[in-house]
């Protein structure tokens, strides 16, 4: 069992920075691949980036690359997603997820295990 909380939501202006933190609970942590989310209202939830457990695999939707980058610290139990370049449509609901491999992170099939409460990013222009 794995329960995440997230933190570090808010509102920037455009072209500003935020990181995420995504704080897990359970000593399982370094063994699961890691995912950020995000979903504005009345649409799906989208990946945004993902981690394996080792940090040697990384994913990122192609309309964060170059301004988004996945971490984690799993001496912390922490996963972070630093967001730089922050554009209004970068607006959402923002989740981390934890799965058993990067496929149920990012494939299109059952999804990720485990899922945190949100946390909201607003972008002003």
């Known amino acids: 069992q794995v329960q995440l909380v997230e933190s570090g939501g808010g509102l920037v202006q455009a072209g500003g920075s935020l990181r995420l933190s995504c704080a897990a609970s359970?000593?399982?942590?370094?063994?699961?691949?890691m995912g950020w989310f995000r979903q504005v209202p009345g649409k799906e939830r989208d990946v945004v980036a993902a981690?394996?457990?080792?940090?040697?695999?990384?994913y990122y939707a192609h309309s964060v690359k170059g301004r988004f980058t996945i971490s984690r610290d799993n001496s912390k139990n922490t996963l972070y997603l630093q967001m730089n370049s922050l554009k209004p449509e970068d607006t959402a609901v923002y989740f981390c997820?934890?799965?058993?491999?990067?496929?149920?992170?990012?494939?299109?099939?059952?999804?990720?295990?485990?899922w945190g409460q949100g946390t909201q990013v607003t972008v002003s222009s």
């Open positions: 981690l394996t457990w080792d940090g040697g695999v990384t």
């Open positions: 359970g000593r399982t942590f370094g063994t699961y691949t």
């Open positions: 997820a934890a799965g058993t491999s990067l496929a149920r992170v990012v494939g299109s099939g059952r999804g990720p295990d485990y």
